[in-house]
């Protein structure tokens, strides 16, 4: 069964520190892989996706990601953080046949000053 | 550009009263997707259009569930007879076809009281 597994519910870091948040995903096929950020009350904003070729991405707001087919993971990182990245992040897995999407349980960054 | 839209953004309705929400797409995109997203977890697909067609209904929960898009733009989710276990944010996303990323409105906060 497609599914993805954010192993950390919580992750608190200092302004300013690195971060790398962990998504581990489940598919049968190639997957396309995406990371969004939902602040408090709001939609999801995409942050990066992965659909083919180079590895590693690059997405806004400074985050990149890289996708390791030998591990199914696709972790989130960031070189320093911000305050204003505080928020829940999700990582998905798509598109499937009708392109929709699998979301992970979500992680909460708190960023401490 | 303006990006997805939805309404209302809080909705309050007593148990077993009809609700309808609604989701205005970016303009041309084809693809329009429903998500549930229960407190603390992250979004569950709910169905898809492709333009006017309902190509996967796969993750409405009941038969009180049901949504259209009759000219291929606006869509509109109804519940039937609410129940307590429908509260949720309910979000929309559009995208450009089935397998380019999907762009999430704000989402509607259903409380069932």
């Known amino acids: 069964a497609q599914s993805v597994t954010q192993p950390d519910i919580h992750i608190t870091v200092s302004e300013g520190a690195s971060l790398e948040l962990r998504c581990n995903y489940s598919?049968?096929?190639?997957?396309?892989l995406f990371w969004y950020v939902q602040s408090p009350g709001q939609g999801l904003q995409l942050l990066l996706k992965y659909f083919s070729g180079d590895t590693l991405v690059q997405g806004i707001k400074g985050f990149e990601a890289e996708f390791k087919r030998s591990q199914s993971s696709f972790n989130l990182r960031k070189p320093s953080v911000h305050w204003s990245d505080a928020a829940e992040y999700f990582c998905?897995?798509?598109?499937?046949?009708?392109?929709?999407?699998?979301f992970g349980q979500g992680t909460t960054l708190q960023v401490k000053p | 550009g303006a990006g997805v839209s939805q309404s209302p953004r809080y909705k309050v309705a007593k148990r077993g009263q009809d609700v309808a929400l609604r989701c205005d797409p970016i303009?041309?995109?084809?693809?329009l997707f429903w998500y549930q997203q229960a407190l603390g977890q992250g979004p569950e697909f709910l169905t898809y259009f492709q333009n006017e067609a309902q190509l996967d209904k796969s993750g409405l929960p009941s038969d009180r569930f049901f949504a259209e898009r009759p000219e291929g733009s606006v869509s509109t989710l109804k519940i039937q007879r609410t129940q307590q276990e429908d509260s949720a944010v309910y979000l929309c996303?559009?995208?450009?076809?089935?397998?380019?990323?999907?762009?999430f409105g704000p989402g509607t906060r259903l409380t069932v009281t």
């Open positions: 303009s041309g995109h084809v693809s």
């Open positions: 598919y049968g096929a190639t997957p396309y």
């Open positions: 998905a897995v798509g598109p499937g046949n009708t392109g929709k999407l699998i």
């Open positions: 996303a559009s995208a450009r076809d089935t397998h380019y990323e999907q762009y």
